[in-house]
Each structure stands twice: as structure tokens, then as C-alpha cells.
């Protein structure tokens, strides 16, 4: 049986108004999960401490938009 404390979703603090969010929860062993707010049992990306490093970076940078 899992006794993993249940994750701690957190939405982003530019989330609009028109329901454009995006929610992120630390793993406890390390890395990151992220998820469409509106569907939180739809899909869910999972990322390395790295991996996030560079999302954030490309995002800060422009380059996903």
C-alpha cells in the first residue's frame, strides 16, 4: 500500500481569469509533475530538476510562446 503524502498542487500566480492555468507539484523524491488545471486527472508531465530548469528558462526566454 503507498503512504505517500498526497502531492501539493500549486497554481501559477499569472494564471488568468479565462481558466489558462497551469498547476505544478514537487516530487518528494525529486523532480516536478505539471497538469491542466481544468482537467486534473487528465494528463500530467513529469520533468527532472533539469528538465524543469530548462522549461522554466525557454519560458522566460520567449521561446514557447
Known sequence: M???PPLAWRK???????DNCVEVAVLPGG???L???K?????ILRMTGRE??????????????
Open 2 to 4: 503507498d503512504q505517500s
Open 12 to 18: 501559477s500566480v499569472y494564471s488568468t481569469s479565462n
Open 31 to 33: 523532480g516536478w509533475l
Open 35 to 37: 497538469r491542466d488545471s
Open 39 to 43: 482537467n486534473p486527472h487528465g494528463p
Open 52 to 65: 524543469w530548469q530548462a522549461f522554466i528558462g525557454s519560458l522566460k526566454r520567449g521561446e514557447l510562446d
